[in-house]
């Protein structure tokens, strides 16, 4: 049944709609933040250029076996590299809400289809003031990437709604959403197997249960994969277990591969392992406080945050549980008793002594004018573009490991492609394995104790063979979340490894970064080139 939302946007049919599609779109809107710093899409494209430009001679020579000269492959080569770059598709609108008190507003949002090499595109939806098509178009260009860089098979997408989302009730936020849903279905922006949006700065559970209920109950209407047209759902909409703490605990395993690697720590001046290093989370929204509750579960130790309306500190730790219960019943981390308060502009604390650094907050908040005075020794951008270009070159030239968003936030997005799956096959996982599984690890027992029986007699009575603890849990079978988190664990491990060989393969030290986009594209150059991509048509 349609809802409050579907129903209001009828009333307003008289009221235009306005909308924009744009294609193969290479201009981007700088928008700058600082001295010597790039538009955020700009500086997407900046880190795909440095990559672009050392892959281009390994691609031009694993074209050996063909018969084009060498300047042909150099042509083509070059020629997809550029195909592979621009944002291909962005959708502008803008519709009229009501409000609680009757009054209309317009409202702007975004929609932004960076590249269709694999299909749907993927990427969250965001509701900020900040929205603007730049922003949307680098973060869809961004999760291009960062699909790419952990083998999830999605192309990139991103959207954006220009509101502040603590200005609008709950039922004006339902309105906005119901119709964006219903403007993004009316251009082919949204579907299983077009465009998959997912939660973002600004929205979570709820209002994809509202994108899921208004694409089903109008245009997917008779489509059984409907519910498939967004990921980040409730559990009881059709969405996964692990999927709220899916960034974070991706960010924890990441920062794990790599701090447990040798070599990377010898380049940056501190041992191995994760026990005992000091951290600093800027934001602890989804993202951030997850980061942090993980990373302390394992014996880091989080000594200060930064947030919107302010910082505090800790030098003896700060506990994510007591935190969280004082942030939900106050809604700041101003005055929380656990830690002293920040006496510096709360800016500085990016600044302090630590070990690891999380920005986890936006875009470009590690520039020119600070990146030289950091002193962390690694830094875990849990937020998209958090480091400029200029600012990636001093926090390199003086040996500190950036571990960059394409790979180390990329925990949602690999779970979001779990809960597509879940949803395409209509099977929770585990579900049709979890009793067998369990039947036969019992009878694994059982047969133990028989095999020992028979050897060794019952003189004294059965051999008893008891499980441990741990094998005890596992007896009964893989939950849906055991399953979910041992696949994010295995994805992330395994994409660490790949950008170490190619940091390895290329000389480039600590360039972790450039590493992850070389991965990324070349993946997506050999899905063109596979297809036997022409040009021209």
Request: charged letters at 25%; hydrophobic letters at 35%.
């Amino acid at each position: 049944m349609l809802k409050a939302g579907i129903r209001h946007s009828k009333t307003l049919q008289q009221a235009s709609t306005y909308s924009i599609i744009r294609f193969s779109s290479h201009a981007s809107t700088q928008k700058q933040s600082g001295h010597g710093n790039s538009g955020f899409y700009r500086q997407v494209e900046l880190f795909y250029d440095r990559a672009a430009k050392i892959l281009e001679e390994k691609l031009v020579a694993d074209m050996h076996k063909s018969k084009l000269t060498e300047d042909m492959k150099r042509k083509k080569v070059r020629g997809i590299l550029k195909m592979i770059k621009p944002c291909n598709h962005v959708l502008e609108i803008r519709f009229p809400i009501r409000k609680d008190n009757g009054e209309l507003q317009m409202i702007e949002a975004y929609r932004a289809q960076h590249s269709q090499h694999r299909t749907p595109c993927k990427g969250g939806i965001r509701y900020s003031l900040d929205v603007n098509l730049d922003e949307v178009k680098a973060l869809a260009a961004l999760m291009t990437y960062k699909c790419a860089c952990v083998d999830v098979p999605f192309g990139g997408g991103k959207a954006g709604v220009k509101i502040n989302p603590k200005e609008w009730s709950e039922k004006e936020l339902e309105r906005i959403t119901r119709r964006l849903t219903v403007e993004l279905a009316k251009k082919g922006f949204i579907g299983p197997g077009i465009d998959v949006p997912a939660p973002d700065m600004g929205t979570g559970e709820r209002e994809m249960a509202w994108i899921a209920d208004t694409y089903a109950s109008t245009v997917g209407w008779e489509d059984i994969h409907a519910y498939g047209c967004v990921t980040g759902k409730p559990i009881l909409s059709g969405g996964i277990h692990g999927r709220t703490s899916a960034t974070g605990r991706g960010l924890y395993h990441g920062v794990d591969n790599f701090v447990n690697e040798a070599l990377f720590m010898g380049m940056v001046g501190l041992l191995p392992g994760l026990a005992g290093k000091t951290f600093i989370v800027q934001g602890v929204g989804n993202v951030g406080y997850h980061s942090m509750r993980y990373l302390t579960r394992h014996g880091a130790k989080c000594v200060g945050i930064l947030e919107w309306d302010g910082a505090i500190v800790n030098p003896n730790g700060i506990d994510p549980k007591a935190l969280e219960e004082y942030k939900l019943e106050r809604g700041t981390i101003v005055g929380f008793p656990g830690a002293q308060p920040y006496d510096k502009d709360p800016k500085e604390l990016l600044c302090e002594q630590c070990d690891i650094l999380i920005p986890a907050a936006s875009e470009q908040q590690i520039t020119v004018d600070n990146a030289h005075r950091i002193k962390a020794r690694i830094i875990a951008e849990g937020a998209n573009g958090p480091t400029t270009p200029e600012a990636d070159q001093i926090l390199m030239n003086n040996n500190v490991l950036v571990i960059p968003d394409l790979y180390i936030n990329a925990g949602g997005v690999t779970v979001s492609y779990f809960e597509w799956l879940k949803n395409l096959s209509h099977v929770s996982y585990g579900r049709l394995t979890f009793k067998y599984q369990r039947d036969t690890n019992y009878s694994l027992l059982e047969s133990v104790q028989g095999s020992l029986e028979e050897k060794f007699g019952k003189m004294g009575g059965k051999i008893p063979i008891l499980p441990s603890e741990e094998f005890s849990k596992r007896m009964a079978g893989a939950s849906e979340k055991d399953i979910v988190h041992s696949g994010l664990e295995q994805t992330m491990e395994k994409s660490a490894r790949a950008i170490m060989e190619t940091s390895l393969r290329y000389k480039l030290g600590l360039d972790i970064r450039t590493a992850a986009y070389v991965n990324a594209i070349e993946k997506i150059y050999n899905i063109y080139v596979s297809a036997g991509i022409t040009f021209g048509g």
